[in-house]
């Protein structure tokens, strides 16, 4: 797989993640949110070493599943499509950056959002950045993609289709905060 997993083999983790799921007392302080049907299929996790991309994709699920998502396999209907990348990169203080992007696609194939952010883990060994991610720091770098994601599925307008585009003024606006990007028609 090569640090990529596609839809069908990340719906399967999904759904087995979310079969298997139990609930887990959050740690983060900022308030988690619930996306409650509104189908969202993954459909890729790039950048990470397997060993990490597949734990990370285990962790997603389980976050997805406390935040009531409804995560269907790649060849299923979906009202959303993700793609993700995952970096590990040292910092100046001598961290280790788990960092994620996720584009967020509706169903005409445009990018709807941008989520992106970074979780810091301990000192890395060596060369290898990835060596100072640790369990914690995939777990917390999951939870806070899933908060990202729900916190706009939640927000974005009912109607996604190409139709309803079409009838809209085609003027772009940029939003950027800590934790999201947004290229939204205005």
Same mark, same amino acid.
């Given at each position: 797989?090569?640090?990529?997993?596609?839809?069908? *083999?990340?719906? +399967?983790?999904?759904?087995?993640?979310? #079969?298997?799921? !139990?609930? %887990? $007392?959050?740690? &983060? /302080?900022?308030?988690?949110?619930?996306?409650?049907? *509104?189908?969202? +299929?993954?459909?890729?996790?790039?950048? #990470?070493?397997? !060993?990490? %991309? $597949?734990?990370? &994709? /285990?962790?997603?699920?389980?976050?997805?599943?406390?935040?009531?998502?409804?995560?269907?396999?790649?060849?299923?209907?979906?009202?959303?499509?993700?793609?993700?990348?995952?970096?590990?990169?040292?910092?100046?203080?001598?961290?280790?950056?788990?960092?994620?992007?996720?584009?967020?696609?509706?169903?005409?194939?445009?990018?709807?959002?941008?989520?992106?952010?970074?979780?810091?883990?301990?000192?890395?060994?060596?060369?290898?950045?990835?060596?100072?991610?640790?369990?914690?720091?995939?777990?917390?770098?999951?939870?806070?993609?899933?908060?990202?994601?729900?916190?706009?599925?939640?927000?974005?307008?009912?109607?996604?289709?190409?139709?309803?585009?079409?009838?809209?003024?085609?003027?772009?606006?940029?939003?950027?905060?800590?934790?999201?990007?947004?290229?939204?028609?205005?």
């Amino acid at each position: 797989m090569s640090g990529r997993l596609n839809g069908l *083999v990340l719906g +399967s983790a999904f759904a087995l993640a979310l #079969a298997g799921c !139990q609930e %887990t $007392t959050s740690t &983060a /302080s900022r308030p988690r949110v619930d996306a409650p049907g *509104v189908p969202v +299929s993954v459909q890729s996790i790039s950048g #990470a070493p397997d !060993q990490v %991309t $597949t734990n990370f &994709a /285990s962790l997603l699920g389980e976050a997805a599943a406390e935040r009531k998502m409804e995560i269907v396999p790649g060849d299923k209907p979906a009202r959303f499509r993700v793609r993700g990348y995952l970096t590990a990169q040292p910092t100046e203080d001598g961290q280790t950056a788990l960092a994620f992007v996720w584009d967020v696609y509706d169903a005409s194939k445009k990018r709807a959002q941008r989520v992106q952010g970074e979780s810091l883990g301990k000192r890395g060994g060596g060369g290898d950045p990835w060596a100072g991610i640790d369990q914690t720091i995939v777990a917390r770098a999951a939870s806070d993609s899933m908060d990202a994601i729900a916190t706009f599925l939640v927000s974005a307008p009912e109607s996604d289709t190409p139709a309803a585009d079409s009838k809209k003024t085609k003027t772009k606006t940029r939003t950027k905060t800590a934790s999201a990007e947004t290229d939204k028609p205005s």
